[in-house]
C-alpha cells in the first residue's frame, strides 16, 4: 500500500498506523508514487470544487486500474472522468456513500433483505449478533 498526500507527515504517520495495526500489510509514505497501481483511491477533498487540481498523475493510471473518489457532493469528479476515458473502472462517492448506509440498515435490519436482491431460506429470522463481523484489529487506528 502506498499512501500519499498533500502534508507528508500525515501520509507517514498513517502508514505507520497502518503496519502496526495489520502487520502483513506493508504500507509506506510516498510523496512521488510510480505505480503501477491496481487500485487508486482518492480520499481527500480534491476534486470537490471544478477548479481543485487533480489529486494524482494521470500517467498512474492504466486500463486495469480501479479508480474510486470519496468526494460525495458531486456525482462524478474530474479525476473519474479522466480514469473513464482512460478505460479505468470507476467508483463513485454517491455510491459509496449509498452502499455505506444501505449495509447499516440491513446491519441494523431496518431495511429488508430483499432490497438486497436476497431472500430469505425460511420464514424464520435468527436473532442479529455480532458473531459474523471481523475481529477487530488489536490497535485500531484512531481516526479523531
Request: proline share 10%.
Amino acid at each position: 500500500m502506498t499512501l500519499t498526500n498533500r502534508t507528508a507527515a500525515t501520509s507517514t504517520a498513517l502508514a505507520a498506523q497502518v503496519q502496526r495495526t495489520y502487520a502483513k500489510c506493508t504500507a509506506e509514505a510516498s510523496p512521488n508514487p510510480s505505480g503501477p497501481f491496481d487500485l487508486v483511491i482518492n480520499a481527500t477533498s480534491l476534486g470537490m470544487k471544478e477548479t481543485d487540481a487533480l489529486p494524482l498523475p494521470l500517467d498512474l493510471l492504466r486500463p486495469e486500474t480501479t479508480v474510486a473518489d470519496v468526494v460525495a457532493t458531486v456525482a462524478q469528479t474530474a479525476l473519474l472522468k479522466e480514469a473513464e476515458a482512460r478505460g479505468c473502472r470507476t467508483q463513485t462517492g454517491p455510491a459509496m456513500l449509498q452502499a455505506q448506509f444501505e449495509a447499516t440498515l440491513g446491519f441494523l435490519d431496518l431495511l429488508p433483505a430483499a432490497a438486497f436482491g436476497c431472500q430469505p431460506e425460511s420464514s424464520h429470522t435468527a436473532p442479529r449478533s455480532a458473531d459474523h463481523l471481523p475481529a477487530r484489529p488489536a490497535n485500531p487506528p484512531n481516526h479523531a
